[in-house]
């Protein structure tokens, strides 16, 4: 089980509360995990990555093993403790503004 934690806003429109757990088929990446949570939740499709180019939105980032991944291409795996469900995938909306 891969477990996915989402920012209060998306929990709210996915109705749930605390960590999302996934059944994520291997490779587990980027794609495959916010594929799985789209599946899942399709009331999140486009909230998280833009829903004609597939790309993370700008104000949203995503943390795994307390590294940012954001920039990382999508189809690069993550790291073996996220696989293994021992550390959750972080999905985290960024402050912007001054």
Known sequence: MIRVILPPHLRNLA???GEVQLEVPAPIT????????????????GTMRD????KRRPLVRFFA?????SNDP???????????GEEPFLVVGAMAGG
């Open 74 to 84: 999508p189809d690069t795996e993550l790291p073996d403790r996220v696989a293994a």
């Open 30 to 45: 980027q794609r495959s995990v916010l594929d799985a949570v789209e599946q899942q939740f399709p009331m999140l499709i």
């Open 15 to 17: 109705k749930v509360t």
């Open 65 to 69: 093993c307390e590294e940012d991944l």
């Open 51 to 54: 829903r004609t180019t597939a």
